[in-house]
């Protein structure tokens, strides 16, 4: 059985930093891309972050210059580095693998996910 588990949310003040850990299970991620996503109350899962099976890096507008995306595939897990932390950074924190390996490119679409974690709430006081 397929399980992605994310940790390392939690409140933190505006300027601070968290990282968000992955960990996968029941299959080898090494050769697929992985991402992140965030939800707010209301409002769509948008993405984040993503990163594929060969390093490839790809960022929402809004993550750029303060979060990184990486990967550890001996220990078949993701990470997320979030610097700078703003309010409007706060929700749940999705981590996801696509369905398919060896993808050209990382992607942004929720679509191509087909694995996903039970989240984990980010929350930055201003």
């Known amino acids: 059985q397929v399980q992605l588990v994310e940790s390392g949310g939690g409140l933190v003040q505006a300027g601070g930093s968290l990282r968000l850990s992955c960990a996968a299970s029941?299959?080898?991620?090494?050769?697929?891309?992985m991402g992140w996503f965030r939800q707010t109350p209301g409002l769509e899962r948008e993405f984040v972050a993503a990163?594929?099976?060969?390093?490839?890096?790809i960022y929402a507008d809004s993550a750029k210059g303060r979060f990184t995306i990486s990967r550890d595939n001996a220990k078949n897990t993701v990470y997320l580095q979030m610097n700078a932390l703003k309010p409007e950074d706060t929700g749940v924190y999705y981590c996801?693998?696509?369905?398919?390996?060896?993808?050209?490119?990382?992607?942004?679409?929720?679509?191509?996910?087909?694995?996903w974690g039970q989240g984990t709430q980010v929350t930055v006081s201003s």
């Open positions: 990163v594929s099976w060969n390093w490839n890096t």
């Open positions: 996801a693998a696509e369905g398919r390996s060896y993808t050209a490119a990382p992607k942004t679409s929720r679509s191509v996910y087909a694995y």
């Open positions: 029941g299959r080898t991620f090494s050769n697929t891309a």
